[in-house]
């Protein structure tokens, strides 16, 4: 039972480097989200897909664009990295099927820009 | 704009030692209301959800309370495996697709 898969766990990238981070759900799930966790401030929503082909901004889009690949998966990649993006990343799907309208999240990818 | 204020930002009680998390909040309209429980390193547990005020859920030692202004989060006799960042978020009716999120209670139950 994986639930939300997240990878890679951690990553270290300079300066104006490019990456993509990668989400999977095993559930079901229609609606998917990205979040950032930096201490003190929570969690962020940075973009979120109601259903597969769909996708909308949240509180902190700026310098990331994501990619809602097919229901299972959703990625999020950064294009020219900055030290500011230094964050733990996490997905989530929701469990809006069942009324419960709960989300699951994974492991969190930690990633630090120099 | 909607908003959640947790108090305080880290407890640390003895083993044993009742307490309470406090989350305020500011909504248009409340949908829910969220408990989660994260430990190091890893991402966020579901606890709780509550939907109206009055309303009172309970797992093994915690129990969380909802009014229209503010959850309680209530550690009964805790463990140190208690020991964990603790999360309220609210969905908005509005805003039905997201989660906002307090900054957590950091809570340290020592043996």
């Known amino acids: 039972n994986a639930g939300v898969t997240q990878t890679p766990k951690f990553q270290v990238l300079k300066t104006g480097q490019s990456m993509t981070l990668q989400c999977a759900q095993d559930?079901?799930?229609?609606?998917m989200y990205w979040y950032r966790q930096d201490p003190g401030m929570g969690l962020r929503l940075i973009y979120y897909?109601?259903?597969?082909?769909?996708?909308d901004k949240g509180e902190v889009p700026n310098g990331y664009n994501v990619s809602r690949l097919n229901k299972r998966e959703f990625s999020l990649r950064l294009e020219s990295a900055a030290p500011s993006q230094t964050s733990v990343y996490f997905c989530?799907?929701?469990?809006?099927?069942?009324?419960?309208?709960?989300?699951?999240f994974g492991a969190g990818t930690r990633l630090s820009v120099l | 704009e909607d908003q959640v204020t947790q108090s305080p930002e880290a407890l640390r009680l003895q083993e044993g030692e009742s307490s309470s998390l406090n989350c305020s909040y500011t909504?248009?309209?409340?949908?829910?209301l969220f408990w989660y429980r994260q430990d190091p390193g890893k991402g966020p547990e579901f606890l709780f959800t509550?939907?109206?005020a009055g309303e009172e859920k309970e797992k093994e030692r915690l129990k969380a309370t909802l009014t229209k202004k503010e959850s309680f989060l209530h550690i009964t006799a805790p463990k140190p495996e208690d020991s964990a960042t603790y999360l309220c978020?609210?969905?908005?009716?509005?805003?039905?697709?997201?989660?906002?999120f307090g900054q957590g209670t950091r809570l340290t139950i020592n043996p």
């Open positions: 509550l939907y109206s």
């Open positions: 559930m079901n799930h229609n609606s």
């Open positions: 989530a799907s929701r469990d809006r099927e069942s009324g419960k309208n709960i989300q699951y």
């Open positions: 897909s109601a259903s597969e082909g769909t996708t």
């Open positions: 978020a609210v969905q908005a009716v509005l805003g039905a697709q997201k989660l906002v």
């Open positions: 909504v248009s309209g409340l949908r829910g």
